[in-house]
């Protein structure tokens, strides 16, 4: 049954004026009470208790949309247009165009908990777990989102009619249009409502083509439908949600956080396309077919490579999903402010704007309230990015610009959530859903209005025409009926296209070719010659899609792999190795590395490791082979990049095949330098592990090269067992006449094994007062590696009078204390009875960790010695921030003298404008003007941490307890970074547990310590904009 059109009233059209037309009806404020949602008592009472933070709900009113649509500033080459606003839509969250030029509007009204559900549990990032899956439509709870589609019926560039396409829906962040079906993503599913007319009504039921997306954060759940020219669909993941996705035929595949997806209507494969990059919520595909996103981070975001890994926080995010990733690719490197968050943009390939804004990129930053005009140059395979100028600008702190669109008349779409509020860091349901608004940017000198078309009634040659027009957005919605008609009688028709054609109309003619079905062995063979960069580079991409290549295919690639010249097309060459199966895959990567010297491109060294590791487990025979040659090992990029990783890769697999691999490896090494590379390689292998069963056919190969190898051999020997070989170490650290480094090199090696014999040798070394302090901070983190009471006595003897003088020993040894309940005992007896420690010598983060100990006689101790600890209560935080803005509101400050302040209370953990320290995050990319924020991260650090400096609390089975943040993380140790110490690796069969610790690193009460006056001037110096 056909839902029917609402007609807006003549009277209504009226009053809606220059923005368009509004609906009699209101929005309901559909909101979400916390007593509601909690399934038991214990959820109720975080849930209440949390403290939200960052641009929270601030009382403020809004401005109507016709006033605060003339507030904005922008360049004088461009004009701003209101299109829509409440009550007609709000909280519009995904905007798009069909093949009739009609705008639709994904409405987030149910956002930010989905209808129907329990909370049963939370985690301190607010991710939530709910009692059961939502059912799809139609029959699950009916929540508040729905897809509105709008349209211009008589071309005078207003929106004039609307229809409520589907409404019910429970947490729906887009929709796309395409092969007779309305794709709706609605996590946890894909859904696909019948419209074989395409008149963007559904004929009847959705049918469900994917489920498994994550609903722990409906923030960063699965969004941002759209059609790639490859005819897949493509959508993104935020970072805090998990995925495990079934369609009927791809099963079980799972993935922890942030993700590029795509998926196959026809074939109904689903994969990841990337994984990592910031909490995307965005995708733009440009004229190329390059896949971009925007970050919540302070650059711009990445350029996605197909089937590369980029960053993500780890402890917080999960790993990836391949354990042998060894590295990621980078976001696009920026020159400009780095400020949070550009987290959508476009590519502007519209023809419209003027001249100086094609193919340049325009981001928006909700945080900030402005959209910024960006540069992309190219950086080998990739690009970097250069803040040009901000093209759009207002003061009215509702203005939250989510997402951004180029439209069929070639001006720019931006959908602006409209609240004061922006963080979801609250579980509270505070946000205004009454309100939402769309804006158009078009050319100052015309305004943007499209004639009524409909490209389903084109014909295919009005469709080839297209495939020439100025505007993307036509060439890509061409594509799309070409993909929805697949009519193979059309090739004829664009091979000459593709053959002679211009460089970007032959790209389309390739692109279409491929949709209607025509793309042929021959043909591609034929284009893998193209005159054009990009037409090879899809031709090798396309040819990659089935995983599998013909023979002559198979050999196209590879001597495209010794002669292309365009770094991008070598790029993808080793993205599409990757997928192939290795007797293909392997002559490609073995041709790009002999050929080419791309050791220093950004992506490539990566991408060809990635294409070899994937091949590791299966082929080990044809690795081996890919080796036997040896030009390849004099390559650059094997030497930095190959090598190391994979010997690595092989010792962490530990399996006999794997071994194996490693012992031909070591035996075909043409000379000491690749030996020694390999080496350490095997190695960061053995990282955290201590190993006694390596076969006796790899040891006796490794012999000749550890003896050449500066002490590898003898810690190799360590890490055996041997008792000769650790005999030696121990008299290597012993020996002060031996070098620093060894000494260092084999005390650090200690703490990760289990030797106790190296226990009075460390002690001796720390209590000697011979030793650096370098020497003596390595034994006193590695002591921690052994629980024998007596340590703890012995340190606790020297601290006075041998180990306080030094800061960095200080800490060294207090934080040994830290490490164990038996030690930590002590140094509470030596504080409180015998005075030989001072309580104030005691930082605070040592104090948490003691509290971490969950020990009773600690815990009442270090309340009662260091009350400053507790955490503050919410009165308590309430008045130190009260306290602060009438000391703000009382004078004024100076930036020189705010300086003073910043870099005696601030600059040891947090950069700004390029100044100070790395433990906390760089402040220049935040909003440093919105004063009470500012107060609310000062006087309650941990209400939220900021993704990549949360601390980890690890103890170990022997009882050990490590607070410190995430480096590494596989399938056979982790890294981790304790404060003011060295990254230790632990074998994860000796982790017992690995929680996410509420504190930050950040002391509270920071704010008691300073006058009023150095309070102004710090806030002074930290607000200003620029840097003086």
């Given amino acids: 049954m056909k839902k029917t059109y609402q007609y807006l009233s003549l009277s209504l059209l009226l009053c809606a004026g220059m923005y368009g037309c509004l609906k009699p009806e209101s929005p309901k404020n559909n909101k979400t009470s916390l007593e509601d949602l909690a399934a038991n008592e214990e959820v109720a009472g975080y849930l209440k208790s949390f403290q939200g933070r960052g641009a929270l709900t601030d009382g403020s009113s809004p401005t109507p949309a016709t006033q605060s649509v003339t507030k904005f500033r922008y360049p004088d080459d461009l004009s701003l247009e209101l299109v829509l606003s409440e009550p007609q839509i ?53 929540g508040a989102d729905k897809i509105t589609m709008f349209e211009d019926t008589d071309g005078d560039g207003r929106f004039d009619k609307s229809t409520d396409v589907i409404t019910g ?30 008149d963007g009504l559904p004929n009847g039921k959705p049918s469900v083509h994917l489920e498994g997306f994550g609903l ?37 595949v799972a993935f922890k956080g942030q993700a590029i997806w795509r998926y196959h209507p026809e074939s109904q494969i689903f994969e990841i396309y990337a994984e990592g990059g910031g909490n995307t919520f965005n995708i733009e595909m440009d004229s190329k077919g390059r896949v971009y996103s925007g970050n919540n981070n302070d650059d711009r975001g990445p350029n996605f490579k197909q089937g590369a890994y980029y960053p993500k926080s780890l402890g917080k995010h999960g790993p990836h999903t391949n354990p042998y990733v060894f590295g990621n690719l980078e976001n696009m490197a920026l020159t400009g402010e780095p400020k949070r968050f550009t987290h959508a943009l476009i590519k502007y390939e519209g023809g419209a704007l003027p001249t100086r804004y094609q193919e340049k990129m325009i981001a928006i930053n909700p945080l900030l309230r402005y959209v910024q005009m960006v540069d992309f140059v190219p950086t080998g395979s990739t690009f970097a990015n250069i803040d040009r100028e901000k093209i759009l600008e207002t003061e009215d702190k509702w203005f939250r610009p989510v997402a951004i669109k180029a439209g069929p008349d070639g001006a720019v779409y931006i959908s602006d959530w409209y609240d004061s509020r922006l963080s979801h860091v609250d579980p509270r349901d505070t946000w205004d859903k009454m309100s939402g608004r769309i804006y158009k940017i078009r050319s100052g000198n015309k305004p943007a209005v499209t004639p009524g078309f409909d490209l389903s009634k084109y014909s295919n040659d009005e469709l080839i025409k297209l495939l020439s027009h100025s505007n993307k957005w036509y060439r890509q919605q061409a594509l799309r009926q070409f993909a929805d008609r697949k009519d193979r009688s059309v090739v004829s028709r664009l091979l000459p296209l593709l053959q002679s054609g ?4 032959a790209l389309e003619a390739l692109w279409a070719i491929h949709l209607s079905g025509g793309l042929t062995d021959n043909l591609l063979l034929s284009t893998l010659k193209h005159k054009d960069p990009f037409v090879r580079l899809w031709a090798v991409k396309l040819s990659g899609d089935q995983k599998k290549v013909s023979p002559a295919v198979s050999e196209g690639l590879r001597q495209l792999a010794t002669s292309e010249s365009h770094p991008e097309v070598r790029s993808q060459l080793a993205c599409t190795a990757k997928r192939l199966p290795a007797q293909d895959a392997l002559p490609i990567v073995k041709n790009l590395v002999i050929y080419h010297d791309d050791a220093a491109d950004p992506d490539m060294p990566l991408l060809l490791w990635w294409a070899i590791e994937s091949k590791a487990a299966t082929d080990h025979q044809l690795i081996l082979d890919f080796f036997k040659d040896q030009k390849v090992w004099d390559q650059k990029t094997v030497k930095e990049a190959l090598l190391k990783r994979i010997m690595q890769r092989y010792v962490m697999a530990g399996e006999p095949a794997d071994f194996a691999a490693c012992t031909r490896l070591l035996e075909m090494a043409p000379s000491k330098e690749h030996a020694g590379l390999l080496l350490t390689g095997l190695e960061e292998g053995l990282r955290g592990r201590k190993i006694t069963d390596l076969p006796a056919d790899l040891v006796r190969t490794l012999q000749p090269y550890l003896a050449e190898s500066s002490g590898g051999s003898l810690a190799f020997e360590v890490r055996q067992g041997k008792q000769e070989a650790v005999d030696q170490a121990l008299k290597i650290i ?57 340590i703890g006595v012995k340190i606790a003897s020297a601290y006075p009078d041998q180990l306080r003088a030094d800061p960095d020993v200080r800490l060294a040894a207090l934080s040994l204390f830290a490490s164990r309940p038996s030690w930590a005992h002590q140094m509470m007896n030596d504080i409180v009875a015998t005075k030989k420690i001072h309580k104030e010598d005691v930082p605070d983060q040592i104090v948490r960790r003691l509290l971490l100990l969950n020990e009773k006689g600690i815990q009442a101790d270090v309340e009662k010695l260091w009350p400053q600890v507790k955490l503050s209560s919410s009165a308590e935080i309430n008045e130190q921030i009260v306290k602060a803005e009438k000391a703000l509101q009382s004078g004024t400050g100076t930036v020189a003298h705010g300086k003073v302040v910043f870099t005696n209370l601030c600059s040891s953990c947090h950069k700004l404008y390029n100044e100070g320290g790395n433990i906390g995050p760089d402040l220049t990319g935040y909003d440093r003007g919105n004063i009470k924020e500012l107060l ?42 304790p404060f003011g110490e060295d990254p230790l690796s632990i074998g994860v069969e000796q982790i017992k547990e690995m929680t996410p610790q509420k504190t930050s690193v950040m002391p509270e009460r920071l704010l008691e310590g300073i006058s009023d006056q150095q309070l102004r001037d710090l806030f002074t110096f930290i607000t200003q904009q620029k840097k003086e």
């Fill in 90 to 142: 709000t909280q519009p969250v995904d905007i798009s165009f069909d093949h009739r030029g009609r705008l639709w509007v994904v409405q987030y009204n149910q956002y930010p908990f989905p209808k129907g559900v329990k909370v049963t549990g939370v985690d301190n990032h607010l991710r939530f777990n709910f009692d059961k899956v939502p059912l799809p439509p139609p029959d699950g709870a009916k």
């Fill in 169 to 198: 829906l429970n947490i729906t962040t887009s929709v796309a249009l395409g092969r007779g079906k309305i794709w709706v993503l609605s996590p946890p599913y894909l859904l696909a409502y019948p419209d074989p007319d395409g």
């Fill in 216 to 252: 722990q954060d409906t923030h960063a759940v699965a969004n941002s439908l759209c059609w790639g020219p490859d005819g897949w669909l493509y959508g993104g993941q935020g970072s805090t949600a998990l995925a495990n996705i079934n369609s009927s035929v791809s099963k079980n």
């Fill in 502 to 505: 211009e460089a970007q109309t």
């Fill in 734 to 790: 012993a020996n002060p006449a031996e070098s620093l480094s060894a000494r260092l090199t084999y005390i650090r090696l200690m703490g990760e094994l289990n030797q106790p014999g190296a226990v009075p040798v460390f002690l001796s070394v720390v209590l000697s007062g011979k030793s650096t302090g370098a020497i003596q901070q390595a034994a006193l983190q590695s002591l921690q590696r052994y629980d024998q009471p007596g």
């Fill in 936 to 977: 609310l991260n000062i006087a309650d650090p941990n209400a939220f941490i900021r993704e990549g400096y949360v601390n980890y609390h690890l103890v170990t089975t022997d009882g050990r307890t490590i607070t410190g943040n995430i480096l590494s993380q596989n399938n056979r140790s982790v890294t981790i970074k």
